[in-house]
């Protein structure tokens, strides 16, 4: 719409137009002018031979009539005694003069008619300079009235500009001479009607080019807000379907064919809406089986404490009360990796990635396993490429976890004296982490349902409770979370023999401007 507000707004900025028509206005006249005055210096003259010439006043009033025709101009012939002696004007009927008026323009429609009627309202104060002088009729007029007829009587031609009811008036004044003799003055005067006309049929079509245009922006506008609002509408409706409704998943249009801004957002409003029935699914199952996880050390626990009080045996009740509390202990471990878990999803989300040095990690969690004791005897190796930092971007404290649980579920499967090999290389774009152990490795039907939430396969020698089962499934959240996966595989030597399990870890690696090289810890 701005373009054609700023059009119509032209309708009152043609200044330079009217200067420009107004000077070929006075052109026009002057030209017209001499036409007349060499006529009269020609056919109008008395020529004695012995006096100075004068002008006919018959034969000038004739001239005057014949050359300047009463529509739009008026000539008027002045002597240089500066009475009026003629007027194109004035018809002379029974020696009484008769004074002749322009006709107004015909009617031209009503579209017309209105818009010239408002036209004239709003700019009727503004096509006149309010500088210019005010024309005055005068039944008797003489030149000195005017001033650019007084200019030609002294041999000059001249012009002027007035004003006469809020229109131009328009005049240029010629001398009659012949033989260099001045014999009078003719000034030929119009109105600016003509000029105004033009302007108005300037403003008329600019006018009209802005309300042709308008209809067309008004009828598009409507055209193109069905197909634009109607889908809109419906996505709101079936976003406000989603955020009221108590059942299971309204559907939100699928409008992804239109190819365009309202079909991707459709495309998205579908995809958080499955992923926010993902996440309730998601929330729904966790609530479930923290139930039934935290329902069997508490049933263990009531049955234990309703016992003890029953039984006097000594050696019973210590019994009881040691199940007690590995009850107490078990609930402690379950309700701490809960609330981990339950936290993940926003610490994740809160937290700054960085520049988290793969290999580097790798050395320190090794030598905190090896200087406290926690390998229990199992000899941990590390093999990588050299000069390679095996840079990824994450949450370093999170990364860390994941190897801290790989290893110490290692730890937990190796028997005695047995090798944890860690390996970390680059594939490409990735950064892989293998963690191998001497294990018994792990049923060929389980290598993913061990990294379900709550699932416990634990040595048979291991006590029962020690593990809430979390450990691998936080370990792969954390994993997606940073784009990458996290595998488990059994490792087989040439007859088929299962040697232990191997869990990878793969992450994307690193922009090499975004590392920051650190000095290289020792190996060991």
Known sequence: MVAPVLLVGGLFYLDRYKNELIANELESLRIRAEMVGAALGEGAVIDSGFAL??????????????????????????????????DSRLLLSANTPIQVEDLPDPDRGWFVTVFRRIYDFVTGSHLVDDHLPVYRE???????????????????????????????????????QRYKQVLGAVMVSSSGDDIAQSLFKVRLTIFQAFAFALIITITLSLYLAGPIARPIRRLAAAAERVRRGHGRRP????????????????????????????????????????????????????????????????????????????DVGRLDRLISDISDASRLDAELSRAEAEPVQMLAMLDALVAVYRDTGAAHGVTILVESVADDPLAVVGIESRLAQILRNLISNALSFSPPNATLMLKAWRDGL???????????GIPDNKLDAIFDRFYSERPKDEKFGTHSGLGLSISKQIAEAHGGTLKAANRHDSNGTVLGACFTLRLPAAVPAAIAPPPKPPRR
């Open 53 to 86: 010439a004068e002008l006919s006043p018959q034969l000038a009033r004739q001239l005057v009539r014949r050359l300047a025709p009463p529509a739009r101009v008026r000539a008027r012939l002045f002597r240089p005694q500066g009475d009026e002696l003629a």
């Open 430 to 440: 990735w950064v892989s982490v293998s963690v191998s152990d001497e294990g018994p």
């Open 138 to 176: 005068r039944s008797r007029p003489r030149a000195s009235d005017y001033s650019e007829v007084t200019q030609a009587l002294a041999g000059d031609p001249a012009w002027a500009i007035r004003t006469r009811n809020h229109h131009l008036l328009l005049s240029t004044a010629v001398p009659v």
């Open 251 to 326: 559907s939100i249009p699928d409008l992804s064919r239109r190819r365009d801004e309202i079909g991707e957002l459709s495309a998205a409003l579908r995809d958080m809406t499955e992923a926010l029935w993902q996440r309730m699914d998601a929330i729904e199952s966790f609530a479930a089986d923290v139930s039934h996880e935290l329902k069997n050390p508490l049933t263990s626990l009531r049955s234990a404490v309703e016992t003890v009080s029953r039984v006097t045996d000594p050696n019973q009740q210590r019994k009881l009360m040691a199940i007690i509390q590995d």
